[in-house]
T-cell receptor
Framework: DGGITQSPKYLFRKEGQNVTLSCEQN?????MYWYRQDPGQGLRLIYY???????QKGDIAEGYSVSREKKESFPLTVTSAQKNPTAFYLC??????????FGPGTRLTVL | GENVEQHPSTLSVQEGDSAVIKCTYS??????FPWYKQELGKGPQLIID?????GEKKDQRIAVTLNKTAKHFSLHITETQPEDSAVYFC???????????FGKGNQVVVIP
């Protein structure tokens, strides 16, 4: 059953903590993306990766970090430097630079 | 960079009627325009997309039209059903460019 999985579905973080969100895909897609969604807002690009061991900053990369050690995986770390991390985080993937398909999302709440 | 705007922000329709959502974009180089449907608490799902070499594309009750001169594209949903209630996002990019620019979304409410 092919698709994109994100875990956990809900995540709670205390202020000052780093947390890592998981994104895995078995679609054999080359590119992967992380977006942030706030209520009533569109999707804003955090980071993207076109190939393994390479990634580029998106529009709101400050306070976030990523790695791409495997084609199937693109974890996102929300660091303590991110001042307002409460949001819905969406991972997507695409074959080459084509159509993007999204995972189910992780809702992060800072306590 | 590309700027995409959606109108109206909220749309209520009676079941069985048609719904139309319009998006405008700023970059004349954009040539790829996907539409996504997002249900509450879920990730966006691609429902239809269009490239600038065609003016209209249809898939069952859903159609998208593109006017490159005016730089706008629209989503048309016919014979609306309660399950069509969701937030719809449009986006634009140059196909082959990773950078999709999203609109802020339209809440569509289908009233039974």
């Amino acid at each position: 059953d092919g698709g994109i999985t994100q875990s956990p579905k809900y995540l709670f973080r205390k202020e000052g903590q780093n947390v890592t969100l998981s994104c895995e895909q078995n679609l054999n897609h080359d590119a992967m993306y992380w977006y942030r969604q706030d209520p009533g807002q569109g999707l804003r690009l955090i980071y993207y990766s076109q190939i393994v061991n390479d990634f580029q900053k998106g529009d709101i990369a400050e306070g976030y970090s990523v790695s791409r050690e495997k084609k199937e995986s693109f974890p996102l770390t929300v660091t303590s430097a991110q001042k307002n991390p409460t949001a819905f985080y969406l991972c997507a993937s695409s074959k080459d630079r084509g159509t993007q398909y999204f995972g189910p999302g992780t809702r992060l709440t800072v306590l | 960079g590309e700027n995409v705007e959606q109108h109206p922000s909220t749309l209520s329709v009676q079941e069985g009627d048609s719904a139309v959502i319009k998006c405008t974009y700023s970059d004349s180089a954009s040539n790829y325009f996907p539409w996504y449907k997002q249900e509450l608490g879920k990730g966006p799902q691609l429902i239809i997309d269009i490239r600038s070499n065609v003016g209209e594309k249809k898939d069952q009750r859903i159609a998208v039209t593109l006017n490159k001169t005016a730089k706008h594209f629209s989503l048309h949903i016919t014979e609306t059903q309660p399950e069509d209630s969701a937030v719809y996002f449009c986006a634009a990019s140059t196909y082959g460019n990773n950078r999709l620019a999203f609109g802020k979304g339209n809440q569509v409410v289908v009233i039974p």
